[in-house]
């Protein structure tokens, strides 16, 4: 199992380019169950997420060939039962219930496990498919699908902390080959839910209204193969520019797209960093004294709740009281103990963090505990005195990819090292 350590107080600048998004990626692998022909995907990240999916589209059938950042995906037969074994690994495996759904008329699949961000039931997607005609049991763990014909419907995806992105994601998925027509009122609009729907209007589907909370498709007998190349990633790059902020003179983040990230860079500019931006690329400088902030997080396009950790990094260096609500996952404050270790001086009340800013953090062993948490970590490291060892690096590795490098190319000091 690796390590990564990484030497405190080395200044960042330079230019750093973005991958294409995993959250945009996974689904839209998935999609590709939906026709027996070839679909063609560019700018996959090479991720152990990005492989567990690929891993899954083979053990349902699909031939996968890949070839760098591009990956060719033919489901010719597909087979409607993925077990435990197959999904436990990745929650995100839920989406290819609505393909699967959608495809076979019927889908095995199980249920997801428990989440360190919190509590993540899939009731919404299960709901939509429900609606669509599907009967739906769980039962030994897993979600048992059947319908002799999904037929097209009005439904409310809208839950208790708002719209949910996979469960839009995975009812659209199934609606595209529904008879009729489906409405999807209180849908997610986030940017990678409008690349799958751009993708699957590529393949034949007819979607409208994506990046708006309703949704109109109508559904078509088949869809066919379609060439696509994947959004940047949006938390890739706002992970890259709270890494400027943080110790930067100077940090331009290339191949992104400004206006799927503008919470963030707002969030920056209130904190008193200097932004600037062209059609595909930010930097982000200093401007003196930087400033607390009262932030929440929300559905797109507010504040998302995946650039949370990262900025509570940044805040707990920041002088001045800073107040952080997390609206989405509310006990998703994972890293706040492990900064807490680093010097840091935080208080949690309830989905609120109250954070004290100090003059200095010092370098310490701490432990990853989910992907974002163990970026801000790494974001840390990079500001703090001496050396801060990150275990469990597994985490960074499924959704960053090659961070510790990529940062090494902006002049942090940063090294993995294997441990047994
Ligand atoms: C997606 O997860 C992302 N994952 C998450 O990113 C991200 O944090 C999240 O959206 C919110 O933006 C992928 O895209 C692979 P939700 P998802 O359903 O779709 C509740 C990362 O770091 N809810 O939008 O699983 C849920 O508990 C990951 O890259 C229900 O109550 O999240 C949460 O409070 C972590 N019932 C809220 O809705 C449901 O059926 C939003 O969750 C579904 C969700």
């Known amino acids: 199992m690796d390590k990564i350590l990484v030497h405190g107080g080395y200044p960042l600048s330079g230019k750093i380019k973005v991958s294409g ?32 999916m690929l891993q899954i589209l083979m053990y349902l059938g699909a031939q996968v060939e890949r070839a760098s950042g591009t990956v060719t995906v033919t489901a010719e037969k597909v087979n409607s039962v993925a077990p435990y074994d197959v999904v436990r690994r990745m929650r995100a495996s839920v989406c290819v219930l609505g393909p699967l759904l959608a495809r076979c008329n019927e889908a095995t699949v199980s249920l997801p496990g428990g989440c360190v961000i919190g509590d993540r039931p899939i009731d919404l997607h299960l709901k939509g498919f429900e609606a669509l005609g599907a009967a739906v049991r769980v039962e030994g763990g897993n ?12 439904i409310n995806l809208r839950g208790k902390f708002g719209p949910t992105v996979l469960g839009t ?9 529904a008879e009729g027509t ?9 940017p990678e839910v409008c690349d799958l729907a751009d993708f699957l209007n590529k393949m034949g589907a007819r979607i409208e209204g994506a990046g708006t909370s309703r949704l109109i498709i109508e559904g078509v007998k088949e869809l066919h193969g379609a060439e696509h190349d994947i959004i ?20 331009t983040v290339t191949r992104a797209e400004p206006k799927h990230i503008e919470s963030v860079t707002t969030a920056l500019g209130n904190a008193g960093y200097n932004i600037q931006t062209t059609k595909d ?30 900025m509570c990094a940044l805040l707990s260096t920041t ?11 509310p006990q998703r404050y994972m890293h706040l103990a492990e900064l807490k270790r680093m010097g840091a001086h935080v208080q949690i009340e309830g989905p609120r963090a109250v954070i004290h800013g100090v003059e200095k953090l010092l370098g310490a062993p701490v432990m990853a505990s989910d992907l974002r948490a163990s970026a801000a970590l790494v974001l840390a490291g990079l500001k703090a ?14 959704g960053y990819e090659h961070l510790d490098e990529k940062l090494g190319e902006l002049g942090a000091h940063i090294e993995r090292v294997k441990t047994k």
């Not at 979600?143 to 009005?154: D, H, N, Q």
């Not at 489906?182 to 986030?190: C, D, K, L, S």
């Open 21 to 52: 998004s995993k959250n945009s990626a996974l689904p839209i692998l998935a999609a590709t169950l939906l026709t027996r022909e070839p679909c063609v995907v560019h700018r996959v990240p090479d991720l152990s997420d990005t492989n567990y």
């Open 143 to 154: 979600v048992k699908m059947f319908t002799p014909r999904l037929k097209g419907a009005i």
């Open 169 to 177: 994601d995975n009812v659209m998925m199934a609606a595209v080959l």
């Open 182 to 190: 489906t409405v999807i009122e209180g849908a997610a609009a986030e």
């Open 232 to 251: 940047p990633d949006r938390i890739e790059t706002g992970t890259f520019l709270v890494a400027g902020a943080i110790c930067g003179n100077g940090v």
């Open 281 to 310: 690329s930010i930097t982000v400088s200093r401007n003196g004294a930087s400033k607390p902030l009262e932030l929440g997080t929300e559905p797109y396009p507010g504040f998302p709740t995946d650039m949370q950790a990262q």
């Open 319 to 329: 002088d001045g009281m800073s107040v952080v609500t997390e609206n989405i996952f």
């Open 385 to 398: 005195e001496g050396v801060t060892e990150i275990s469990r690096v597994y985490h960074i590795d499924r």
